[in-house]
Nanobody, 119 residues
Framework: VQLMESGGGSVQAGDSLRLSCTTS????????MAWFRQSPGMEREFVGR????????TYADSVKDRFIISRDNKVKSIYLQMNNLEPADTAIYYC?????????????WGQGTQVTVSA
């Protein structure tokens, strides 16, 4: 599965950004999708995930109430609406796909999109 993120950029604290992740894979609608991020010198961090039907969403505590994940299976895309951004949100953001099975590993990753938040 080839995934491509877009929408990153440089913003100031308190601003919003919306990231997108898209694919042409015809199996997209059955995958659980997720967002991760990685800052320089840090391990990759889970941000949130969304079930194949968009009904179930899970967020990391650090982004809960600020970030919203959504998906549109018709256009094979997921989105990450990021509100009230903080400098600590600065990272490369990746989308990933996995089978809709409990604890399945993510088998496909995008190339990432940079988000930089200045104070």
């Amino acid at each position: 599965v080839q995934l491509m993120e877009s929408g990153g950029g440089s913003v100031q604290a308190g601003d919003s950004l919306r990231l997108s992740c898209t694919t042409s894979d015809p199996e997209f609608s059955r995958f659980t999708m997720a967002w991760f991020r990685q800052s320089p010198g840090m391990e990759r961090e889970f941000v949130g995930r969304i079930s194949w039907d968009g009904f179930f969403k899970t967020y990391a505590d650090s982004v809960k109430d600020r970030f919203i994940i959504s998906r549109d299976n018709k256009v094979k895309s997921i989105y990450l609406q990021m509100n009230n951004l903080e400098p600590a949100d600065t990272a490369i953001y990746y989308c990933a796909a996995r089978e809709p099975i409990e604890d399945a590993e993510y088998h496909s990753w995008g190339q990432g999109t940079q988000v930089t938040v200045s104070a």
